[in-house]
């Protein structure tokens, strides 16, 4: 059985933050945020107006539109996020709620962080291809914004991130696959160079005064350490997919990286020894948006004509836990 990927779409809130919007919450600068990330603006939600569940449920109807489909002839929703609505339930059910006229159909919330997608995307065409799933809803949404420390003292990471959401809809296809193959990985001896601490099953009580005056619920990082890993464990993952799968990297159309970081992104293409009109970049107007970064990135580049049906693609990221990985598509 073979995976279509049948409609695609994203969607990013409408209020737009720009680097000097930045300057009046933190010390930090426009030139010092270009220089290190190449992020210029991102998209931050109206608080209160808009949830996760909201932005992946629009990306998921201009998906579900482009592929000619309504949420009715869904049989199973994948959405991948680290910023759920709420910490109990997911956000998969509120996205089944929410879709006008969608079935019970089960509903998986993953996490796997800015590698999300990249690990729905080997879930959800694994259960098309064993038969039993025709038609997966596969979701990537984050809203980053309320959760980042906007003071100088959160700095390093609130400047990076922004908020967004985008879909795929797969469908079960008899003729040759979009999806050929993922190669995934995580190393968890890592777990803290990328983490928030709190809320935490080792904390029985609520959280000290202490702690939060330490910021111990607000995400944190080992940014140089974080950095040195992903721009080496992405072009190695792609090589091992490429090698795997007996593809040469000439016959690549575009990589579509995860939106971490411009000079990450640079760095992925140096060490594959191509340039970035090959490896996709769009971080200067959304910053990263953690598992939204992929679906959006594919649309824009796809929008933008960087490949084609029929062209060879792929999609790879690398995020918190660590876990990292890539999806080779024909699409
Ligand atoms: N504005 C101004 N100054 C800042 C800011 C800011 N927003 N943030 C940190 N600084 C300061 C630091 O305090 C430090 O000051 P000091 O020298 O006086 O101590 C100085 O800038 C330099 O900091 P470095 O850590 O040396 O900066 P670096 O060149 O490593 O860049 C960055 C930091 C951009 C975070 C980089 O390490 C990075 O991109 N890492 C990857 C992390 C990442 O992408 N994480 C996202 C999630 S994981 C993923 O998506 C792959």
């Known amino acids: 059985m073979g995976v279509k990927i049948a409609g695609y779409g994203y969607y990013v809130p409408e209020k737009v933050v720009t680097n000097h919007d930045m300057e009046k ?36 109807e201009k998906a579900l539109d482009k592929a000619g489909m309504t949420s009715g002839d869904l049989d199973m929703i994948v959405a991948a996020t680290l910023s759920p609505d709420h910490e109990i339930p997911g956000i998969g059910v509120m996205i089944q709620n929410k879709l006008t006229g969608c079935r019970t159909i089960p509903a998986y919330d993953i996490r796997q962080q800015c590698s999300g997608f990249v690990y729905g995307l080997e879930l959800a065409s694994t259960f098309i291809k064993s038969g039993k799933y025709k038609t997966i809803l596969l979701v990537g949404a984050e809203v980053q914004s309320v959760g980042l420390n906007l003071s100088t003292e959160g700095r390093d990471l609130a400047v990076l991130f922004g908020d ?26 890592y777990y803290q160079a990328l983490w928030k601490e709190y809320p935490s099953i080792y904390v029985q009580d609520r959280i000290s005064k202490e702690d939060i005056t330490l910021g ?10 974080v950095f040195k ?9 792609v090589m091992e997919l490429l090698n795997k799968n007996s593809v040469s990297k000439d016959e690549i159309a ?10 990450i992104t640079q760095m992925v293409a140096n060490r594959l020894e191509l340039t970035l009109d090959t490896v996709y970049s769009n971080i200067e107007r959304y910053g990263n948006t ?16 960087r490949f084609k049906r029929g062209d060879y693609v792929i999609t790879v990221s690398f995020g918190s836990g660590f876990t990292w990985g890539a999806n080779l598509i024909k699409f």
């Not at 992020?39 to 998921?60: M, N, P, Q, W």
């Open 25 to 60: 919450l933190m010390d930090t600068s426009d030139e010092w945020i270009t220089e290190r990330t190449g992020i210029k603006e991102r998209h931050f939600v109206k608080v209160g107006e808009e949830g996760t569940s909201d932005l992946a449920v629009k990306a998921a």
């Open 229 to 237: 890993h992903a721009s080496t464990r992405m072009p190695e993952v």
């Open 254 to 263: 575009q990589i579509i990286p995860h939106q971490a970081n411009l000079r």
């Open 216 to 225: 111990r619920h607000y995400p944190s990082m080992n940014g140089r350490f």
């Open 290 to 305: 953690t598992a939204a970064s992929i679906p959006i990135a594919f649309c824009e580049a796809l929008n933008e004509k």
């Open 164 to 189: 967004g959401a985008g879909a795929f809809v797969l469908t079960a296809s008899e003729d040759e696959s979009d999806v050929l193959d993922s190669v995934l990985h995580s190393e968890g001896e």
